[in-house]
């Protein structure tokens, strides 16, 4: 994707209700738009959260005085659900009496707190634990595709639980390198010993970011590898990550 129609999405992209209005306007693939809104609230949520926290009192008093959580939220142009967690840990409640309210809201007795959380739940597709199911199975989905691709190559592998306690965790470390062309060279194959799977899309800062904390470690312990962003990513990124034994790749390459 070109960084002039990424800007345009990321800065459209105010609330989920714009997503199918984007959609239609630009043609493009909802569930792709919900990828990006996801990773837009996530890095919202981590920029403001301890901003937020500092305003607890504030934000409890105003509860208090009739506000509810999904205004709050709205106003802060936050997630519902962490807004929630902030005022009723400024209420006093423990984080174990929190995640119970936000998991069982429909047995909560009090009317009024019944009434928000369901809209705090309802309107927040990342922090929901609908949302958050979302997110893993577009994980699960990509890493299924990459499996049944190695198989049907014959490409003995092993996968994330065979690591567990060997270090770091790659999704797919290949016991037999499999030979790509890197745009950076053109000219010859070259080897690579691992596949790491995103269900995600690839900006400037997601692909620098994953790079620093999962990339760069798998180059050093095992080679050069590969990443797939399953909902596309920035043009130009390729060339970036392949100068750092890094193949990039989007969906179409297992298809």
Not at 118 to 123: F, K, L, R
Not at 130 to 138: A, D, N, S, T, V
């Amino acid at each position: 994707m070109d960084l002039k129609t990424y800007k345009t999405i990321w800065k459209e992209l105010r609330t989920y209700e714009d997503i199918e209005r984007l959609s239609k306007k630009m043609g493009l693939d909802p569930e792709l738009l919900l990828v990006i809104y996801t990773e837009k609230i996530v890095r919202r949520v981590k920029r403001d959260y301890y901003k937020l926290k500092r305003k607890a009192k504030h934000l409890l008093r105003r509860w208090r005085e009739g506000e509810s959580f999904l205004n709050l939220a709205r106003e802060h142009d936050f997630s519902p659900m962490v807004m929630t967690q902030i005022v009723l840990n400024e209420h006093g409640l423990s984080k174990k009496q929190i995640r119970r309210v936000l998991r069982n809201y429909k047995d909560v007795k009090d009317e009024r707190l019944f009434k928000e959380v369901s809209e705090a739940v309802e309107n927040d597709i990342v922090y929901s634990d609908f949302g958050m199911e979302l997110q893993y199975k577009r994980g699960k989905e990509g890493e299924e595709r990459i499996r049944k691709w190695l198989m049907k190559k014959n490409i003995p592998f092993k996968e994330e639980k065979d690591l567990k306690g060997s270090g770091k965790t790659v999704d797919f470390l290949l016991e037999r390198p499999l030979k790509v062309r890197f745009q950076t060279h053109p000219e010859e194959e070259r080897e690579i010993y691992w596949i790491e799977s995103k269900g995600s899309f690839g900006d400037m800062e997601k692909i620098k970011r994953d790079y620093r904390k999962q990339l760069e470690p798998y180059v050093k312990l095992w080679g050069p590898g590969m990443v797939v962003y399953w909902f596309g990513y920035l043009d130009g990124m390729e060339m970036w990550l392949e100068a750092r034994d890094v193949k990039i790749v989007s969906k179409e390459f297992f298809e």
